[in-house]
């Protein structure tokens, strides 16, 4: 997944808005909540995405995976995929989705409503 696919993708994704920040790492919120960064460049390339418990434990070793520099650091469950194959494909995706939905799902009740995101 490139630069530009990175962006379509997390783009389709209902309530997201961008942000070009931390030295050009492209930023996606939901909310005003990162769920998703993408680094195209640089020493610390990658996606980095938050995980679930279960995901965390299973991508914190595999290969081209590893708990997101900063974040995991600081007990955050947030895992950086840095290398091809693992830069695209289905996988990537459905974890950059569940990443948005666990974000989303975390927002109080009248902002999910508003973004459209509640599920009644």
């Known amino acids: 997944m490139n630069q530009d696919q990175f962006n379509a993708f997390c783009g389709a994704l209902k309530a997201s808005t961008h942000i070009v920040q931390w ?3 492209h930023v996606w919120k939901i ?5 998703a960064i993408g680094r195209f460049s640089g020493k610390l390339a990658g996606i980095t995405f938050k995980a679930s418990d279960f995901s965390y434990e299973i991508l914190r070793d595999a290969p081209g995976y590893r708990p ?3 974040l995991a ?3 955050m ?3 950086q995929c840095h290398e091809a194959p693992q ?4 996988e990537l995706k459905q974890y950059l989705r569940d990443s948005h939905r666990m974000i989303a799902d975390k ?3 009248r902002l ?3 973004l459209g995101l509640d599920r009644a």
Do not use: F, N
């Open 23 to 25: 030295g050009g790492s």
């Open 31 to 35: 909310g005003g909540k990162v769920y």
């Open 68 to 70: 997101a520099p900063y």
């Open 73 to 75: 650091s600081r007990g």
């Open 77 to 79: 469950k947030w895992i």
């Open 87 to 90: 830069l695209g494909g289905d």
């Open 107 to 109: 927002l109080p009740k």
């Open 112 to 114: 999910q409503r508003e």
